[in-house]
C-alpha cells in the first residue's frame, strides 16, 4: 500500500482519540480507561510482532534492553497517558488536545539541551511562534465556561513535556521502532494495572466506557502507530509524511465539535494555528531548501 496513504489512515485515526478520550472519561475513571486502553494496546502489538515473525527479536534483548525498556514503560504508556487523560478529564477537549500538541516545541528545546543538536534561527522564531500559541490558548476568555483549570493546563504541558521527553530517550535506544514500542507496553502496562488496583478499582461492566477504552487502545496506541511506522519504513521522504501529521489536531476539531457539541472558541483555533505554524515551519522551509535539514521527529 502507498507509504502516503498508510500515513494519512493512521492520521485521520488519530483525529477521532480526542472524541473517544471524553467520552470514555464520562463513562470510567482515568485509570480505569488507561488499563483498557494499555491492555488491548500491548496485545495488538504482541500479536503484529507474532504476525511479522519478529518474537525471536525479543528474545536476544539483553540485560541493559529490558531497563531501557522498563524507562520507555514509565515514561509511555504509564505517565504520559495518566497526565494526558487527567488534562482531558479537567479542561475543555479542545484545550486539552491543543495543548498536549506543544509537545514538539518541548522536543525542540530538550534536543538541544540534552542531545546537543543546533537550533538555527528559524528554530528559535518557530518556538517563539509556537509559545504565543500556547499561550493564546491558556489565556483565551471563555465567557461563560469559566476560567481553565490550572491543574488541567498543567496535566496537559505534562504531558507534552513526558512525550518528548520519551522520544529523547527512545532516540538514544537503537533497536527497531515496533520492539521498542514492545518493551513500553510490556512494562508499561502491569504498571498501570497495579495503579488501577492500588489506587482504584477495575472497571465496571459499562459497556459505552468498555468499547470506548478498547478503541481508544486500538487507535491512539496501537494500530495507528504500527500502520505510522510501517509508512515512515516504506515513505521515501520522512519529512513530508511527517508534516502531514499537523493535519490531525486541525481536523479533530471538526470532530469535537460535530460528536462533542463543543463550542470551538477563536482563541483555541489562533492558538492550535500558532502552535501548528511553529512546529511545521522548519519542516516546511527545509522542503523547499530555505533553511537547515530537518532534524529527526519521532
Same mark, same amino acid.
Given at each position: 500500500m502507498n507509504p502516503y496513504l498508510l500515513g494519512t489512515i493512521a492520521i485521520l485515526l488519530w483525529s477521532t482519540v480526542a472524541v473517544?478520550?471524553?467520552?470514555?472519561? !464520562?463513562?470510567? %475513571?482515568?485509570?480505569?480507561?488507561? %488499563?483498557? *486502553?494499555?491492555?488491548?494496546?500491548? =496485545?495488538?502489538?504482541?500479536?503484529?510482532?507474532? =504476525? !511479522?515473525?519478529?518474537l525471536s527479536q525479543v528474545r536476544q534483548l539483553k540485560g541493559k534492553d529490558w531497563l531501557q525498556g522498563l524507562i520507555l514503560g514509565v515514561g509511555n504508556p504509564f505517565l504520559y497517558y495518566l497526565c494526558l487523560f487527567e %488534562?482531558?478529564?479537567?479542561?475543555?477537549? !479542545?484545550? *486539552?488536545?491543543?495543548?498536549?500538541?506543544?509537545?514538539?516545541? #518541548?522536543?525542540?528545546?530538550?534536543? =538541544?539541551? =540534552?542531545?546537543?543538536?543546533?537550533?538555527?534561527?528559524?528554530?528559535?522564531?518557530?518556538?517563539?511562534?509556537? #509559545?504565543?500559541?500556547l499561550l493564546t490558548i491558556i489565556f483565551q476568555d471563555f465567557g461563560p465556561q469559566g476560567e481553565l483549570s490550572v491543574i488541567g493546563v498543567l496535566f496537559a504541558l505534562s504531558s507534552a513535556l513526558i512525550w518528548a521527553g520519551f522520544w529523547i530517550f527512545n532516540s538514544t535506544i537503537k533497536k527497531p521502532p515496533l520492539i521498542k514500542l514492545f518493551l513500553s507496553f510490556l512494562f508499561g502496562t502491569p504498571l498501570i494495572l497495579m495503579a488501577t488496583i492500588v489506587f482504584d478499582e477495575l472497571p465496571n461492566p459499562d459497556f459505552q466506557g468498555l468499547a470506548l477504552s478498547i478503541y481508544i487502545g486500538l487507535f491512539e496506541m496501537g494500530i495507528s502507530f504500527i500502520i505510522w511506522l510501517k509508512a515512515l519504513e516504506k515513505v521515501p521522504r520522512k519529512?513530508?509524511?511527517?508534516?502531514? %501529521?499537523?493535519?490531525?489536531?486541525?481536523?479533530?476539531? #471538526?470532530?469535537? !465539535? *460535530? #460528536?462533542?457539541?463543543?463550542?470551538?472558541?477563536?482563541?483555541?483555533?489562533?492558538?492550535?494555528?500558532?502552535?501548528?505554524?511553529?512546529? *511545521?515551519?522548519?519542516?516546511?522551509?527545509?522542503?523547499?531548501?530555505?533553511s537547515e535539514p530537518t532534524r529527526r521527529t519521532p
Open positions: 473517544a478520550f471524553r467520552l470514555a472519561l !464520562q463513562k470510567l %475513571s482515568v485509570l480505569q480507561v488507561l %488499563s483498557l *486502553a494499555s491492555t488491548t494496546s500491548f =496485545f495488538v502489538i504482541l500479536v503484529t510482532l507474532a =504476525f !511479522q515473525n519478529k %488534562s482531558y478529564k479537567r479542561l475543555p477537549t !479542545q484545550v *486539552a488536545q491543543s495543548l498536549n500538541f506543544t509537545w514538539p516545541l #518541548f522536543l525542540a528545546l530538550g534536543a =538541544f539541551l =540534552f542531545l546537543g543538536e543546533s537550533i538555527s534561527l528559524i528554530n528559535l522564531v518557530a518556538i517563539f511562534i509556537s #509559545f504565543l500559541g519529512d513530508v509524511l511527517s508534516n502531514l %501529521s499537523y493535519l490531525s489536531p486541525l481536523i479533530s476539531l #471538526f470532530l469535537i !465539535q *460535530a #460528536f462533542l457539541g463543543e463550542s470551538i472558541q477563536m482563541g483555541t483555533i489562533l492558538g492550535l494555528v500558532l502552535i501548528v505554524t511553529g512546529n *511545521a515551519m522548519p519542516k516546511i522551509l527545509s522542503l523547499i531548501h530555505i
